[in-house]
């Protein structure tokens, strides 16, 4: 059974960066494409951030482009979101996401990813 756990949360101010990271387990993780949504309270979860099976492309929610950055190990199992320039409206709780594909839908929604990890709280005052 495919597992995640999400690290790296935290507080911090505007502008500022944070590192969140996601360990996999349990499966094969050159086989799945990964993403990061994120939910912040009485919104629906949206799509952040994606990378393809070996890295080779990456896909960005326009809120996010130019200043978020997903990358993915696959010696050490883990996918990684870089922020940076952090504002207020990204406060949210960041969630780890794996979907057993070769492709990745042009919009992702949550119902394209198959696992999901236990979510990070990122929060960014002003």
């Known amino acids: 059974q495919v597992q995640l756990v999400e690290s790296g949360g935290g507080l911090v101010q505007a502008g500022g960066s944070l590192r969140l990271s996601c360990a996999f387990s349990g499966g094969s993780f050159a086989l799945y494409y990964m993403g990061w949504f994120r939910q912040a309270p009485g919104k629906e979860r949206e799509f952040v951030a994606a990378v393809s099976r070996f890295g080779e492309n990456t896909f960005y929610a326009d809120s996010v482009k130019c200043r978020f950055t997903i990358s993915r190990d696959n010696a050490k199992n883990t996918v990684y979101l870089q922020m940076n320039s952090l504002k207020p409206d990204d406060t949210a709780v960041y969630y780890c996401?794996?979907?057993?594909?070769?492709?990745?839908?042009?919009?992702?929604?949550?119902?394209?990813?198959?696992?999901w990890g236990q979510g990070t709280q990122v929060t960014v005052s002003s």
């Open positions: 996401a794996a979907r057993r594909s070769s492709w990745n839908p042009p919009h992702p929604t949550p119902n394209d990813y198959d696992y």
